[in-house]
């Protein structure tokens, strides 16, 4: 039974009740779960597990498990639950949202720099995406000008999601180069900033752009002949 990914559907869900499936050396496997595994250059939650006595065990990071599973890593020194535990799991939702503001936000910057993403990191106080962009020199100052121009129309950022036709027929869809999205399930997950980006992404958002605070390039990387790392840091 794959690990039911209460996350996809809203990624403001901070917690909720789940019963433990089974718990190894690897980590706890849910049947549900609010914490989002590592994946897509974003890092996986961390937060906590609290049993109906009131004790909780500290949850490191969330990694991909065996087929859908969530394995969910306590950190060094936790007991592990006996199978069909009920537990409350609960997000470190001060981190979990700087996550989903930040990767609005190179979703953003996908929009604002013309060139196909061979690398990125998510991460809580800063992150980056690589970009191959042959013969041309990225402009800093324009790059803030849009980022901020795209923040400030508070646009509507929603997922959505396309059948692998869909897909296989609009290739112009799939931006980043060093991960491709999953297909041979049926459909795929797309994000849709409104106006603005639509690309493949399983990752967590805010729900609009204004969301995302002041944000800023805090340098721009020559990283090859034709590849750029942009970096990104909350400016507040």
């Not at 869900?13 to 994946?39: H, M, N, Q, W």
């Not at 498990?65 to 997000?91: E, F, M, R, W, Y």
């Not at 060093?178 to 399930?185: A, D, E, H, I, L």
Request: with cysteine; aromatic share 4%; glycine share 10%.
């Amino acid at each position: 039974m794959a690990t039911e990914e209460l996350f996809r559907a809203d990624s403001y869900l901070k917690e909720c009740s789940a019963t433990v499936v089974r718990a190894d050396a690897r980590g706890i496997v849910l049947d549900r779960t609010v914490f989002y595994p590592t994946g897509g250059g974003q890092p996986g939650d961390s937060g906590t597990l609290v049993l109906a006595d009131g004790t909780s065990i500290a949850i490191a990071d969330a990694i991909k498990g065996d087929g859908n599973d969530v394995v969910h890593v306590p950190a060094p020194g936790q007991s592990l639950p006996a199978p069909g535990t009920v537990v409350t799991a609960k997000i470190d939702w001060e981190r979990r949202y700087k996550h989903m503001r930040m990767h609005s936000a190179l979703h953003l910057l996908c929009a604002v720099v013309t060139g196909d993403v061979t690398g990125g990191q998510i991460g809580a106080d800063k992150s980056r995406l690589d970009f191959n962009v042959p013969g041309e020199a990225l402009d800093k100052d324009h790059i803030n000008r849009e980022l901020a121009r795209l923040i400030g129309e508070d646009k509507p950022v929603a997922p959505r999601w396309i059948d692998d036709a869909e897909l296989a027929s609009r290739p112009e869809l799939v931006r980043t180069m060093s991960v491709k999205p999953p297909s041979g399930q049926g459909r795929v997950r797309l994000l849709d900033i409104e106006g603005v980006d639509l690309q493949p992404c399983g990752g967590t958002h805010v729900a609009r752009t204004s969301e995302i605070g002041a944000i800023e390039v805090a340098k721009i990387e020559n990283k090859g002949r034709q590849n750029r790392r942009v970096n990104l840091r909350f400016a507040e």
